[in-house]
């Protein structure tokens, strides 16, 4: 909460107009490109973070796909996930988040913005509705984020074990699988401090179609668990 109090303060003369902004883009997803969300949200955290004092460092942006309609499996951490791979990442994307987001002011605008789908992952229609309107748009060529814990860690640069049906939409649209290694992302909302912070969002190889068609959702699980917590280890 200090933190994001920080953000405002030092943006204090922007904030009045980019939330408006926010709020309009968010009530009006269709009057604008998906270029033109992304733009202004990017806008919106980039000034964010220099005022809260968080550095994004990135690495292995080389790694993510040439062509769009790919999907990114982070591990989650907090709820700032979402915006460290906005401003690490040049290509729009979406995301799918657990339901409870709708009552987060800020962070429900954002998802707005970027049409992405909130899960009640208690509903199990609903949840394979979003994965086959997921699979349906990334074969379309949108980009997606889903967070294969499906909450987040309580234990900061420690993974939870991967969902096996996290994958299904990926396995479904034949689309490459990009994991991402975040490390220290808990530390900007999910910590009571404004000390700087530097959170490393760290874009792994692709694991293409070819590579897991044989595989079953739980090893591809499995996989991108282990190659996400060897980067936290090797970069901590």
Sequence with gaps: MKRILLMVFRNIFLVPFMWCKLCYY??????????QHYKMLRFIVLRANKGGNVTIEVHGRENLPDKSGFMFFPNHQGLYDVLAIVEACPIPFSVVAKKEIKDIQFLKQVIACMKGYLMDRDDIRQSMKIIMDVTNEVKKGRNYVIFPEGTRSKE????QSFKAGSFKAATKA???IVPV?????FKPFDTNTINPVTVQVHFLPPLLYDEYKDMKTKEIADKVQKQIQQVILEHM
């Design 26 to 35: 968010a009530s009006h997803v269709d009057k604008y490109t998906e270029e």
């Design 156 to 159: 900061g640069n420690q993974v």
């Design 174 to 176: 034949e689309c490459p």
């Design 181 to 185: 290694a975040l490390i220290n992302s």
